[in-house]
């Protein structure tokens, strides 16, 4: 795994560490919730970067890179939102994998019947994100293999995001037209992420949703 420096929200930084082959971040005890925007944005371009459909196969028995014992499954929720992670039992961090990164952040959206409708009017297959098996939105509505639920990269998320980078990049000292400048980043922010995005559909008819999403979003940060 490779060492990286990134921002907290208080400021100094903090290290993670990143495995592009397992597709997987290594964090320190509770170190992922100390991630700022701005660098929760950089991870998600990283994992647009280095993903790919194909899931790797992992070790039968993962260690614990500080006291070397065997990491443990376990199962978390984050805004109705299950998620799962590999955990050191002597509490020196965690490991989990991309896919379930974005699921903790609340970054990951399941589709709806009507959504699903509207994928199977303009794609026939798509890739599972959990997986990473084929399946056909003709005869199914969630994976086949893992039961998992076809599901997107909230975009919408994203724009939260975006609005508080933008609103902490602000002085600090009240200004009577901030409301305005800050409806102008609003309105410039939506329009990142059009209600039909051209390219969002020629890159999800690949059968890749979750990196659709995922090139989107890097090509918001180019405005950045």
């Known amino acids: 795994m490779t060492d990286w ?3 907290s929200r208080m400021g100094a930084d903090i290290t993670v560490e990143v ?4 597709q997987a971040f290594w964090f320190d005890q509770h170190k992922n919730l100390q991630l700022s925007p701005g660098s929760t944005l950089k991870l998600m371009k990283y ?17 614990c890179p500080r006291c070397q014992a065997a990491l443990t499954l376990a199962h978390d929720i984050a805004r109705n939102v299950h998620f799962t992670y590999w955990q ?30 509207q994928l199977r009017e303009n794609i026939h297959t798509v890739n599972c994100a959990s997986c990473g098996a084929s399946i056909d939105l003709q005869t199914n509505s969630a994976c086949p293999y893992c039961h ?3 599901s997107i990269l909230d975009l919408k998320e994203q724009q939260r995001m975006l609005e508080q980078l933008k609103q902490a990049a602000e002085p600090k000292p009240v200004d009577p037209v901030l409301p305005l400048q800050l409806a102008t980043i609003k309105e410039q922010t939506s329009a990142l992420f059009p209600l039909h995005d051209d390219e969002w559909w020629v890159d999800a008819r690949s059968g890749d949703l979750l990196q659709a999403g995922l090139n989107a979003v890097a090509r918001w940060l180019t405005f950045m």
């Open 47 to 63: 994992i647009g970067e280095h993903s790919s459909s194909t899931k790797p196969a992992l070790a039968a028995k993962l260690s």
């Open 148 to 150: 998992s639920p076809i």
């Open 5 to 7: 420096s990134l921002g």
């Open 19 to 22: 495995c592009p082959s397992c």
């Open 88 to 117: 050191c039992p002597n509490q020196h961090g965690h490991f989990i994998s991309f896919f379930e990164f974005l699921k903790e952040k609340n970054f990951i959206h399941p589709l709806s019947p009507r959504e699903i409708q």
